[in-house]
């Protein structure tokens, strides 16, 4: 993994675990520095741990990811199978929602809330609302992913001035880390399974 660039999560998320990093890092079996294992996160969230892995530990030779959250999921899925298309119409949103700073703020708002109801038809194709859930992220308040008893996104637009929707260099290491991890071991798993199921997914991955 010398050659590929260090990937930082792309997502920001609260309750995220970048400030547990050196917690979870004295915790760590001294092993994993020199034998190969599997990493399993049944939470993932915006993958702060796990590109801390990925960057870190080049003995990891297999990894599941996981999380309840079957949107994340699919964002996860999107960049490691289709990360050009998916950049494609970032950055669609990234030039509209930013040539709307020069305008009106209720213009922004009505675009923001626009690009809402669309996520949540959950009618577009893949990439495409990979992409709205990107873009809400990095533009709602506080990063907060949050959804009513319909299962319908419902954070308010956040404050920032100029937020980074589009971030295609790290899009792309994200993507370099997880074809390594593919192409040197054959097998690495994005699932949307609940937490129990995880630990039977484990348990079936050691006997492969």
Same mark, same amino acid.
């Given at each position: 993994?010398?050659?590929? /660039?260090?990937? $930082?999560?792309?997502? $920001? &998320? ?13 915790? +760590? ?22 590109? &801390?892995? %990925?960057?870190?530990?080049?003995? +990891? ?10 949107? %994340? ?10 990360? $050009? ?15 709307? #700073? ?8 009505? @675009? ?5 109801? +669309?996520?949540?038809?959950? /009618? ?11 873009? %809400? ?7 907060? @992913?949050?959804?009513?008893? /319909?299962? #319908? !996104? ?5 404050? !920032? ?22 192409? $040197? ?7 949307? %399974? +609940? ?10 991955? /050691?006997?492969?």
């Amino acid at each position: 993994m010398t050659n590929i /660039k260090i990937a $930082k999560p792309f997502l $920001k &998320w609260a309750g995220g675990k970048t400030q547990l990093i050196n917690d979870i890092e004295r915790t +760590l079996p001294t092993e994993i520095t020199k034998e190969k294992f599997t990493y399993i996160e049944p939470f993932v969230g915006s993958g702060a741990v796990l590109f &801390w892995m %990925l960057n870190n530990f080049p003995k +990891l030779e297999k990894a599941v990811i996981n999380d309840i959250n079957e949107d %994340l999921i699919n964002t996860y899925k999107t960049i490691a199978s289709n990360p $050009k298309e998916l950049i494609s119409i970032l950055e669609i949103l990234q030039n509209e929602f930013h040539l709307l #700073l020069e305008g009106n703020e209720n213009n922004k708002k009505l @675009y923001y809330y626009q690009k809402r109801e +669309l996520y949540n038809t959950r /009618k577009e194709e893949q990439s495409g609302q990979a992409a709205l859930f990107i873009f %809400l992220n990095r533009t709602c308040f506080n990063g907060l @992913y949050r959804v009513n008893s /319909k299962n #319908l !996104y419902n954070v308010p637009m956040g404050g !920032y001035k100029k937020p980074t929707i589009c971030d295609k260099e790290n899009i792309f290491a994200s993507i370099e880390h997880l074809k390594n991890l593919s192409n $040197k071991i054959g097998y690495a798993a994005i699932i949307f %399974l +609940l937490f129990f199921y995880v630990i039977f997914f484990y348990l079936l991955l /050691k006997r492969i």
